[in-house]
C-alpha cells in the first residue's frame, strides 16, 4: 500500500515569504494523480490542487502545485495570514486510491 | 450550490454499530461522480473510510473492509456508512465529501466538497 510522508511536519514562516510544502510516495504515483487540501482549525478540509498542478475553482495563483512520480510540492507565495493552516497531500493514482499524507502544519514566525 | 450535510449520533457505545448519513444537493449520483467518507481523529491526520459512486461501484479503506459498509439511496440523494463494532480509537470527526473522478488511469479521485463533520465519541 502506498504511503505519503510529508515534511517538514511544522513549517513556520512569516506573512510575505514563500512556503514550500513537501508530499513524498513510497511508490510512483500514476499520472501525477496528486491533490492538496488546507485544513483550518474545526473547518473541514478545502480542496487547493488537484492533477499535482490545477488550482481548484476559487483558489488565488499563490497557490501552485508542481512535481510528479515520488516527489510532489506545493507552493504559497506571498503568505497571508489566513494561509496559516493545516495542509494535506492525497493520492489517487494507486489503489487503493485515497491516500492521505500525515499533514503538514504551517504556523505564523 | 452543492452541500453535503452528515447526520447520526455523537455518541456511540463500545461494540455498537455507527450509522451515518451524508444528504447533499446540488448534483446526483444518478449519471456521474461519487461521494465519500473521511475521517479525523482529534488531532490526527485524514483516513479515508470508503467510496461510492454512481454505478455501484465501492472502494474500502484495506484496514477496515470488514467493518464498513458504503451504499446509496439515489431517490433521497443520500449515502450511508455504517461501521461494526466501534470502539474508542474509532472516535473521530466523520466528513462525507463528493468526489470527482481522477481520470482514465486513475484508481480513485479527489474531493472537491465536503460537508462539515460530525464529531463521534465511542464510550461507555
Known amino acids: 500500500e502506498i504511503v505519503l510522508t510529508q515534511s517538514p511536519g511544522t513549517l513556520s514562516l512569516s506573512p510575505g515569504e514563500t512556503a514550500t510544502l513537501s508530499c513524498r510516495a513510497s511508490?510512483?504515483?500514476?499520472?501525477?494523480?496528486l491533490a492538496w487540501y488546507q485544513q483550518k482549525p474545526g473547518q473541514a478540509p478545502r480542496l487547493l490542487i488537484y492533477g499535482a498542478s490545477n488550482r481548484a475553482t476559487g483558489i488565488p495563483d499563490r497557490f501552485g502545485g508542481s512535481g510528479s512520480g515520488t516527489d510532489f510540492t506545493l507552493t504559497i507565495r506571498g503568505l497571508e495570514t489566513e494561509d496559516f493552516a493545516v495542509y494535506y497531500c492525497?493520492?489517487?493514482?494507486?489503489?487503493?486510491?485515497?491516500?492521505f499524507g500525515q499533514g503538514t502544519k504551517l504556523e505564523i514566525k | 450550490q452543492i452541500t453535503l450535510k452528515e447526520s447520526g449520533p455523537m455518541l456511540v457505545k463500545p461494540t455498537q454499530t455507527l450509522t451515518l448519513t451524508c444528504t447533499f444537493s446540488?448534483?446526483?449520483?444518478?449519471?456521474?461522480?461519487?461521494v465519500g467518507w473521511i475521517r479525523q481523529p482529534p488531532g490526527k491526520a485524514l483516513e479515508c473510510l470508503a467510496v461510492?459512486?454512481?454505478?455501484?461501484?465501492?472502494n474500502y479503506s484495506p484496514s477496515l473492509k470488514s467493518r464498513l459498509t458504503i451504499t446509496k439511496d439515489t431517490s433521497k440523494n443520500q449515502v450511508v456508512l455504517t461501521m461494526t463494532s466501534m470502539d474508542p480509537v474509532d472516535t473521530a470527526t466523520y466528513y462525507c465529501a463528493r468526489r470527482l473522478w481522477g481520470g482514465s488511469g486513475s484508481a480513485g479521485g479527489y474531493f472537491d466538497y465536503w460537508g462539515q463533520g460530525i464529531l463521534v465519541t465511542v464510550s461507555s
Open positions: 461510492i459512486d454512481w454505478k455501484d461501484n465501492t
Open positions: 492525497q493520492q489517487y493514482g494507486r489503489s487503493p486510491g485515497y491516500t
Open positions: 511508490q510512483s504515483v500514476s499520472s501525477s494523480y
Open positions: 446540488g448534483f446526483s449520483l444518478t449519471s456521474s461522480g461519487g
